[in-house]
């Protein structure tokens, strides 16, 4: 499960102090994926990276009991300088997983030809993206976090071929997904929340917070 208890979190921008989150508490049990609706600017990359512990709270406890990923397209952990074949082994022996299984993985998953053994520095955003994505599904998570969805790739094979283990991912594991756009969210939860004004209002259905996200956000 992943839990957060009372927390809050602000940022000062220079002007005024930008809350994210006010004394929040949630919680997400394994087997029951979860979809954040956030209009743009509310801070959903921030709240993702809070549960994956990449940013600490204000105040209030985050706390995780179980295998939790980095969030898709977070370049954090990988090298610029080096191949996505070495970041492969290199990420995979942190894991304790066998390198030559998650190499020959992403290799296929990403489908980037003969840019996976040139470095990431070189590649366009798209390509980092699919990289990213699927050294994630590479790893053994019990809880997978997505800000918006599958990368922004125009390559149709990598789209089908990464949407197909992602669903096939949803039926053993549990999915956050955040996302501006409530469609994105149709394709792989059913229960949804919606952040908004530094709160979480958490519903049981997608269609229910849909018209909470809907009315604030179109008047």
Avoid at 29 to 54: H, V, W
Avoid at 128 to 157: C, H, K, Q, W
Wanted: glycine letters at 8%; a negative charge.
């Amino acid at each position: 499960m992943l839990e957060f208890d009372n927390v809050s979190k602000s940022f000062w921008t220079g002007t005024q102090r930008k809350v994210i989150l006010d004394r929040v508490s949630f919680r997400v049990e394994l087997g029951r994926s979860l979809g954040i609706l956030a209009p743009n600017g509310t801070g959903k990359t921030t709240l993702i990276k809070m549960m994956a512990g990449l940013e600490k709270p204000d105040e209030g406890e985050i706390r995780r009991g179980c295998r939790i990923s980095f969030p898709l397209g977070f370049m954090g952990g990988v090298v610029p300088r080096i191949s996505a074949k070495e970041n492969a082994r290199y990420i995979a022996r942190l894991y304790g997983l066998d390198p030559d299984y998650v190499e020959a993985y992403c290799r296929y998953v990403c489908n980037l030809g003969e840019y996976f053994d040139q470095p990431l520095g070189t590649y366009s955003s798209g390509m980092r993206s699919r990289f990213t994505f699927s050294l994630m599904l590479a790893l053994d998570f019990d809880m997978y976090l997505i800000d918006e969805g599958m990368p922004n790739s125009t390559d149709v094979e990598f789209n089908r071929r990464a949407g197909d283990i992602l669903k096939e991912r949803l039926r053993t594991t549990t999915v956050i997904i955040v996302s501006h756009q409530a469609q994105v969210l149709e394709k792989f939860v059913r229960e949804a929340a919606v952040l908004m004004n530094g709160q979480l209002y958490m519903f049981d259905t997608l269609e229910e917070a849909r018209e909470l996200y809907d009315y604030e956000t179109q008047g």
